[in-house]
């Protein structure tokens, strides 16, 4: 599967910046899943489970309160006030 750059920080610095097959969280319109080639969009992210999913079928799951996806052609960003990794 295609990866795109993910980059998820807070105010506590980055916390993760590399690639990923896919990005789920729980958006202001419903759940939410990013994959590469997706269309651009910037939407609110509400508090709950976010997920990164790796091309090795790997995956880091952890808990947010809420904050702002940027989808862009060439990147995906996450800014969350707090973000807590669960595995």
Known sequence: MKTFPLKISSPEGDLFNGEAVMFSARGTEGELAVMAG????VTSVKPGRCKISF????????????GILTVASDKVVFLSGSLKWIE
Do not use: K, L, N, V
């Open 55 to 66: 091309e090795d079928s790997a995956e880091r799951i952890a808990d947010t309160d809420g």
């Open 38 to 41: 997706h269309i651009p969009f």
